[in-house]
């Protein structure tokens, strides 16, 4: 079995997967249900996925809903990325102690945990391929990034249940993965069967399906998957259009929409809680209580708060309107300028997060539209 | 000085630059030479003055005396630029102190001559209100930055 | 990834940039009534820490927090590490009343560097307002250390009041030289003063030096930054030979944390020092 291979599993071997994995001492982590949403962790069996969910979204909306099909993975995206496990929310990056006269490091690094992600979407794996540009670009500038990076398996599944927020075939990202998986699932399921077309990756994906049931995918199975892919790309809630984005919203810095978006936006940051791609932290220092240890944390933080663009005396970007315009510019134009690549996937978590419905898609229409909005900047 | 050195000080000096030779010959005739010792007051605040001064070099301030505060600079004037602009317009009277902070070599040219000359040569007043238009924009620009108080950051004091 | 699946051996990594490495305060001098500055020496077994002008640290006090402080000492005496500090936070306070030998975190050096390479036989204009002279001292310390590589080397320097002159003592040495011309302007200044009172983009117009063949950097507030490369564009000069120093929110310093963004730059890696005619789209507007 090499790399580039497709099989056959039934429903029953994703439960030896999942062993196989954490006998290779993995932690399986995968979608789960809590309070009322798919989220991700740590997932022992197939019982722990939310078999026969589904979600529905809108902006700013989320709720779970009985599927008969008992799909494993019926439903889109939930509040979490993977981001959550490659980036902690709250990560020490240095400890120190005081000592005669000043300080000394603290911390012995331990190994990176070792997560298989199980049921990343296409749109979240394109999302792993822009953070890996964004945190392996500078080798060693985040090594906390990299070994929990390199150390990551991931079992990638095909979206056959896009959201009604979702655009990922306007971005390009879905819904069939692209490369940068170990394992690539497309989940077949009708009153007939219930199986998986296993793809093959990577050499250590190998190695796992090696030991596990399964059969060669015949031509009727590929087309079987084929078909569910095609129903999802018809099934986008939302659509972008690219084209031309980059340099429309670079010409509207003094659009008057942004002051529209301002009326609407409670600067809450959920957008960028949610986005499997957004980056952004702060570094906290602190001490205990005697002053004798102190730690560095790496704290999400967001560009909608105002202290984000403090600079001795006050901050750069004090209107929401400023700060809007700061992340959805910086999502659809300026990323290109630094990472090659858009910063949205089409994920839609933004829009469903939101607790206004703020719409990126629509807001991206409205700023940059193919009419040129009055007051835009030459 | 004779006469023509007048002419090669005012035609060498950055505010007339440029200036036809014609013109310069016509404002000659309203120049006399000046010099100031350091703390010596050019004008006074309320003082009639229908004169501006060509400051050849030195230094001069331009002040104004705040109760309380004693004497505030306002900004200082040296060699190449020009100091006055109160003859322009009546009842030709000072704004502010002015006060050589060095020795100081000036020109002085006399407001109702020129104006006697710019009346009648309406090509000189253009020219000449041009050039003084250009100064007054200038200082107005640098006043408007000094109003700005760019390195000064309250709430860090 | 390629990885393999059993004994993962992470690759060599360099040293971790969020670590701060501790160096030790040698002095603490005042320099006007919230400014003082710092020289750091390398604790007994550290390394110097090399830097080029315009480059800045990361300092940290400990438990206190850490703040983005340019190098304002001299590049060829990298075993000083020298920086200037306004007191306006937390943090610039603790690092005040630091005394000597106490400890200070550094990470660094960060960002770009002034062009003084690229400059070689042209002239170089300085000119700094305020605070914004610290960033500029290592470019003066250069220039007049290797005098020869430079035409014509102009220093105009803004600040608000005689009394916030920053290195008053060294100003008087450089205007003492007869290689270099240092003009001081105040804002604002009592009659004891008896330097120039107006603001520095005035230097500008009358500074001897050849706009065709001149090197420009300035540092200072943002709204100077603008009139002074107006007053230089007006001089003859053109925005592809103006450099300029930026400030923004620097948490990480190794452009991962995305405070310090400005339009697609990260200042901290991209910058501090930009060539003017790549910012200058983003400076006239607002809250960028």
């Given at each position: 079995?090499?790399?580039?291979?497709?099989v056959v599993?039934?429903?029953?071997?994703?439960?030896a997967?999942?062993?196989?994995?954490?006998?290779?001492?993995?932690e399986?982590?995968?979608?789960t249900?809590?309070?009322g949403?798919?989220?991700?962790d740590?997932?022992?069996?197939?019982?722990?996925?939310?078999?026969g969910?589904?979600?529905e979204?809108e902006?700013g909306?989320?709720?779970?809903?009985?599927?008969?099909?008992?799909?494993?993975?019926?439903y889109?995206?939930?509040?979490?990325?993977?981001?959550?496990?490659?980036?902690?929310?709250?990560l020490?990056?240095?400890r120190?102690?005081?000592?005669?006269?000043?300080?000394?490091?603290d911390?012995?690094?331990g190994?990176?945990?070792?997560?298989?992600?199980?049921?990343?979407?296409p749109?979240?794996?394109?999302?792993?391929?822009v953070k890996?540009?964004i945190?392996?670009?500078?080798?060693?500038?985040?090594?906390?990034?990299?070994?929990?990076?390199?150390?990551?398996f991931?079992?990638?599944?095909?979206?056959?249940?896009?959201?009604?927020?979702?655009?990922?075939?306007?971005?390009?990202?879905?819904?069939?993965?692209?490369?940068?998986?170990?394992l690539?699932l497309t989940?077949?399921?009708?009153?007939a069967?219930?199986d998986?077309?296993?793809?093959v990756?990577t050499?250590?994906?190998?190695?796992v399906?090696?030991?596990?049931?399964?059969?060669?995918?015949?031509?009727?199975?590929?087309?079987?998957a084929?078909?569910?892919?095609?129903?999802?790309?018809?099934?986008?809630?939302?659509?972008?259009e690219?084209?031309?984005?980059?340099?429309?919203?670079?010409?509207?810095?003094?659009?008057?929409?942004?002051?529209?978006?301002?009326k609407?936006?409670?600067?809450?940051?959920?957008?960028?809680?949610?986005?499997?791609?957004?980056f952004c932290?702060?570094?906290?220092?602190?001490?205990?209580?005697?002053?004798?240890?102190a730690?560095?944390?790496?704290?999400?933080?967001?560009?909608?708060?105002i202290?984000?663009?403090?600079?001795?005396?006050?901050?750069?970007?004090t209107?929401?309107g400023a700060?809007?315009?700061?992340?959805?510019?910086?999502?659809?134009?300026?990323?290109?300028?630094?990472?090659?690549?858009?910063?949205?996937?089409?994920?839609?978590?933004?829009?469903?997060?939101?607790?206004?419905?703020?719409?990126?898609?629509?807001?991206?229409?409205?700023i940059g539209?193919?009419?040129?909005?009055?007051?835009?900047?030459? | 000085?004779?006469?023509?050195?007048f002419?090669k000080?005012?035609?060498e000096?950055?505010?007339f630059?440029?200036?036809?030779p014609?013109?310069?010959?016509?404002?000659?005739?309203?120049?006399?030479?000046?010099?100031?010792?350091?703390?010596?007051?050019?004008f006074?605040?309320?003082?009639?003055?229908?004169?501006?001064?060509?400051?050849?070099?030195?230094k001069?301030?331009?002040?104004?005396?705040?109760?309380?505060k004693?004497?505030?600079?306002?900004e200082?004037?040296?060699?190449?630029?020009?100091?006055?602009?109160?003859?322009?317009?009546?009842?030709?009277?000072?704004?502010?102190?002015?006060?050589?902070?060095?020795?100081?070599?000036?020109?002085?040219?006399?407001?109702?001559?020129?104006?006697?000359?710019?009346?009648?040569?309406?090509?000189?007043?253009?020219?000449?209100m041009?050039r003084?238009?250009?100064?007054?924009?200038?200082r107005?620009?640098a006043?408007?930055?000094?109003?700005?108080?760019?390195?000064?950051d309250?709430?860090?004091r | 990834?390629?990885?393999?699946d059993?004994?993962?051996?992470?690759?060599?990594?360099?040293?971790?940039?969020?670590?701060?490495?501790?160096?030790?305060?040698?002095?603490?001098?005042?320099?006007?009534?919230?400014?003082?500055?710092?020289?750091?020496?390398?604790?007994?077994?550290?390394?110097?820490?090399?830097?080029?002008?315009?480059?800045?640290?990361?300092?940290?006090?400990?438990?206190?927090?850490?703040?983005?402080?340019?190098i304002?000492?001299?590049?060829?005496?990298?075993?000083?590490?020298?920086?200037?500090?306004r007191?306006?936070?937390?943090?610039?306070r603790?690092?005040?009343?630091?005394?000597?030998g106490?400890?200070?975190?550094?990470?660094?050096?960060?960002?770009?560097?002034?062009?003084?390479d690229?400059?070689?036989g042209?002239?170089?204009?300085?000119?700094?307002?305020?605070?914004?002279?610290?960033?500029?001292?290592?470019v003066?310390?250069?220039?007049?250390?290797?005098?020869?590589?430079?035409?014509?080397?102009?220093?105009?320097?803004?600040?608000r009041?005689?009394?916030?002159i920053?290195?008053?003592?060294?100003?008087?040495?450089?205007?003492?030289?007869?290689?270099?011309?240092?003009?001081?302007?105040?804002?604002?200044?009592?009659?004891?003063?008896?330097?120039?009172?107006?603001v520095?983009?005035?230097?500008?117009q009358r500074?001897p030096?050849?706009?065709?063949?001149a090197v420009?950097?300035?540092?200072?507030?943002?709204?100077?930054?603008?009139?002074a490369?107006?007053?230089?564009?007006?001089?003859?000069m053109?925005?592809?030979s103006i450099?300029?120093?930026?400030?923004?929110?620097?948490?990480?310093?190794?452009?991962?944390?995305?405070?310090?963004?400005?339009?697609?730059?990260?200042v901290?890696?991209?910058?501090?020092?930009f060539?003017?005619e790549?910012?200058?789209?983003?400076?006239?507007?607002?809250?960028?």
């Open positions: 079995m090499q790399p580039g291979d497709s599993i039934e429903r029953v071997v994703l439960d997967l999942l062993a196989a994995l954490r006998e290779r001492g993995y399986t982590v995968g979608p249900v809590r309070e949403a798919i989220v991700y740590e997932i022992r069996a197939t019982s722990d996925l939310p078999a969910w589904t979600d979204q902006g909306h989320y709720r779970l809903r009985r599927d008969d099909r008992e799909a494993l993975f019926g889109a995206v939930g509040p979490h990325s993977w981001r959550r496990y490659l980036e902690p929310p709250s020490v990056r240095w120190g102690r005081r000592v005669d006269g000043g300080f000394e490091d911390l012995t690094p190994p990176p945990p070792r997560y298989a992600f199980v049921g990343v979407r749109c979240e794996l394109a999302a792993l391929l890996d540009r945190l392996l670009g500078d080798p060693g500038a985040d090594p906390d990034y990299r070994s929990r990076r390199e150390s990551a991931l079992v990638a599944v095909n979206c056959g249940s896009p959201a009604g927020t979702c655009f990922c075939v306007s971005m390009g990202t879905g819904p069939r993965f692209g490369p940068g998986f170990d690539g989940e077949l399921v009708d009153d069967r219930h998986f077309v296993l793809q990756g050499a250590r994906g190998a190695a399906v090696e030991g596990l049931p399964h059969r060669p995918a015949e031509p009727a199975d590929l087309t079987a084929e078909a569910v892919l095609r129903e999802a790309e018809g099934r986008m809630g939302r659509s972008l690219t084209e031309g984005l980059k340099e429309r919203l670079e010409r509207s810095y003094e659009n008057p929409h942004w002051d529209e978006v301002a609407r936006c409670l600067s809450c940051g959920n957008c960028t809680m949610v986005c499997p791609t957004c932290s702060t570094v906290e220092d602190s001490t205990d209580l005697p002053g004798t240890r730690e560095r944390r790496r704290i999400w933080d967001s560009c909608f708060s202290e984000f663009s403090y600079v001795h005396g006050g901050s750069v970007r209107s929401a700060r809007y315009r700061q992340w959805i510019t910086h999502k659809l134009a300026t990323w290109h300028d630094q990472f090659g690549v858009s910063g949205c996937v089409g994920c839609g978590r933004c829009i469903t997060w939101c607790p206004v419905g703020i719409d990126i898609t629509a807001e991206a229409r409205a539209g193919p009419a040129e909005a009055a007051g835009s900047r030459p | 000085m004779t006469i023509q050195s002419e000080v005012l035609a000096h950055p505010f630059k440029g200036l036809r014609e013109h310069l010959d016509t404002l000659v005739g309203c120049a006399a030479n000046v010099r100031f010792t350091a703390g010596d007051f050019l006074r605040e309320g003082q009639r003055i229908d004169h501006f001064w060509v400051i050849r070099e030195g001069v301030t331009v002040e104004v005396f705040v109760p309380n004693g004497e505030v600079t306002i200082t004037v040296e060699g190449g630029e020009v100091l006055g602009w109160s003859w322009l317009f009546p009842p030709y009277k000072a704004h502010f102190d002015a006060r050589a902070l060095t020795h100081v070599r000036a020109l002085s040219l006399d407001g109702a001559c020129l104006r006697g000359k710019c009346e009648k040569d309406t090509v000189l007043g253009y020219e000449f041009r003084f238009n250009q100064l007054i924009v200038e107005l620009e006043t408007r930055m000094q109003l700005l108080d760019l390195y000064g309250d709430d860090a | 990834m390629t990885t393999p059993s004994g993962t051996a992470p690759v060599a990594a360099p040293p971790d940039p969020m670590w701060p490495e501790p160096f030790e305060v040698r002095q603490v001098a005042r320099e006007t009534g919230d400014t003082f500055t710092l020289t750091l020496v390398p604790k007994v077994g550290s390394q110097p820490h090399p830097f080029a002008p315009g480059q800045f640290n990361m300092l940290y006090v400990f438990g206190v927090g850490e703040v983005p402080i340019s304002s000492g001299d590049p060829d005496r990298p075993e000083l590490l020298v920086h200037t500090i007191a306006v936070g937390a943090t610039t603790a690092l005040q009343k630091l005394k000597r106490d400890q200070v975190g550094v990470r660094g050096p960060f960002g770009t560097r002034w062009p003084v690229q400059a070689h042209q002239d170089i204009v300085l000119v700094a307002g305020g605070i914004g002279l610290a960033p500029i001292r290592p003066v310390y250069h220039v007049l250390r290797h005098r020869a590589l430079y035409g014509r080397v102009v220093l105009l320097y803004g600040a009041t005689p009394h916030d920053l290195y008053a003592r060294e100003l008087r040495d450089w205007r003492g030289r007869f290689d270099a011309e240092v003009e001081v302007t105040v804002d604002r200044a009592t009659i004891e003063w008896q330097g120039g009172v107006g520095v983009t005035k230097l500008i500074s030096f050849d706009p065709s063949s420009a950097m300035i540092c200072g507030p943002e709204v100077m930054i603008r009139f490369s107006l007053a230089l564009e007006k001089r003859g053109t925005t592809a450099h300029v120093s930026m400030e923004r929110n620097m948490k990480c310093a190794v452009g991962l944390c995305g405070h310090c963004q400005l339009g697609p730059h990260f901290c890696k991209d910058g501090p020092v060539r003017y790549r910012i200058e789209p983003l400076f006239g507007l607002r809250e960028v």
